[in-house]
């Protein structure tokens, strides 16, 4: 193990080092990288993931006690500011624009054996605790590993399923817990997780969760029925108009919303609820802006058309389906026909029965998907209002990856 000793005098410089080294290498590298657009988005994607996630990994590293830190200089939440960001650089676009080609396994083991041979001796800027190691293992495991994969996946364009659930996760970190916490910080205010009772948390997450519903399934229909994720630099390949997109055009923003809504009322803060104004200038700005010279360019046909049905913050209660999708069943299979027989007796939108089938599957009419079980039942509540499209969503989100890991299980052995 090494052994150092930094005056506290010296701590000021090590963390601008800190700090400044890794913003040097980004630029140097990414310079380099300059024609290379993949990567400079997989990158930036990382770069993101990282600031999303590493804050509240630190923070709970913190609370777990495997480690702290003692200086009080641009403190947030107990972590330094500059090591936030100049860790969010270095574990992702620095090293990666350096490295494209590497491994992450490889690139992240070299920094955790450093931090293991450092870190207990960084007092008093890093005070360990007696578990310290097992934090390390936790933040490269939560934050700069799948950062890095974020990177690589995206440079390559594969792995679309696990790129859309990294920038989910990312994003949703973002917005549910550093903006909150940002606001906070500026403005007054705490999480007062130890002060309300059980019954408001539970309230509040029940509040919460039609909102987290809405933006993850946005997320899956990018990437289903898109072929992309939802980042303009990383656009889909399809006009998406399934799912809660037949009802909304914008779910995301929109959940973001009522999220920040939601949050605001729990932690009795008006700042984070008027950051819900964030969303609706988000939209009335920018999206409208990428719609307009994006979307209208790209399907030129598909898009005046949607939007002209669909909008932007107030849902349909019936979808608006331009090309029916078919649910097929077997009429000999108990369950299927007890499942069909209700469905059809609901003022389906969009959808036709066919009882020529060994198997229960659902083929979206839009692109001709098609998705069989647990899955055809979730995409078929599509079609019968908003709220069972929020239920089907959610069973799509659990029913996809169980059939993916399912799979690759089989696969595999």
């Keep these: 193990m090494i052994h150092l000793y930094i005056p506290h005098d010296l701590l000021i410089l090590l963390r601008a080092v800190l700090l400044l080294g890794p913003m040097a290498l980004t630029f140097y590298f990414g310079w380099h990288r300059r024609f290379e657009n993949r990567v400079l988005v997989g990158g930036l994607f990382a770069f993101l993931y990282a600031l999303g996630t590493l804050l509240p990994a630190h923070v709970m590293a913190m609370q777990l006690g495997f480690w702290s830190y003692g200086d009080n200089a641009l403190m947030f939440l107990g972590m330094p500011t500059d090591i936030w960001f100049a860790g969010a650089l270095l574990f992702g676009p620095a090293i990666f624009f350096a490295l494209p080609n590497l491994n992450p396994w490889v690139l992240t083991l070299g920094c955790i054996v450093l931090q293991a041979l450092t870190l207990p001796s960084l007092a008093p800027f ?182 002209e049905h669909v909008p932007e913050w107030f849902p349909r209660w019936k979808p608006w389906v331009k090309h029916p999708s078919t649910l097929h069943y077997n009429p000999n299979r108990g369950f299927q026909a007890r499942f069909v027989k209700w469905v059809s007796k609901q003022n389906l939108t969009g959808l036709t029965i066919d009882s020529r089938s060994q198997s229960l599957r659902y083929t979206d009419g839009n692109r001709g998907k098609s998705f069989t079980g647990f899955a055809a039942i979730a995409c078929s509540l599509f079609h019968i209002h908003f709220i069972t499209a929020l239920v089907g969503s959610m069973l799509l989100l659990v029913a996809l990856p169980m059939q993916w890991a399912f799979c690759r299980g089989k696969v595999t052995a």
């Design 126 to 307: 890093v005070i360990a605790g007696p578990y310290w190691f097992v934090g390390v293992l936790l933040v490269f495991a939560l934050v700069h590993i799948p950062a890095l994969f974020l990177a690589r996946w995206t440079a390559r364009e594969v792995c679309l399923p696990e790129r859309a659930a990294l920038l989910a996760f990312g994003f949703g970190m973002i917005a549910y817990f550093v903006l909150p916490s940002i606001i906070m910080k500026a403005m007054g205010g705490h999480w007062p997780f130890a002060t309300v009772s059980y019954a408001c948390i539970a309230i509040t997450m029940l509040a919460l969760a039609p909102c987290v519903v809405m933006g993850l399934t946005a997320v899956q229909m990018f990437a289903l029925h898109g072929e992309g994720t939802p980042i303009p630099l990383d656009k889909t390949k399809h006009l998406v108009r399934s799912g809660l997109y037949g009802y909304i055009c914008n779910p995301m923003q929109c959940a973001t919303a009522l999220s920040w809504i939601v949050l605001g009322l729990f932690l009795q803060n008006i700042f984070v609820i008027l950051a819900a104004a964030m969303a609706v200038i988000f939209v009335l700005g920018m999206v409208r802006w990428h719609h307009r010279i994006d979307l209208c360019v790209r399907f030129p046909e598909g898009w005046p058309e949607y939007r």
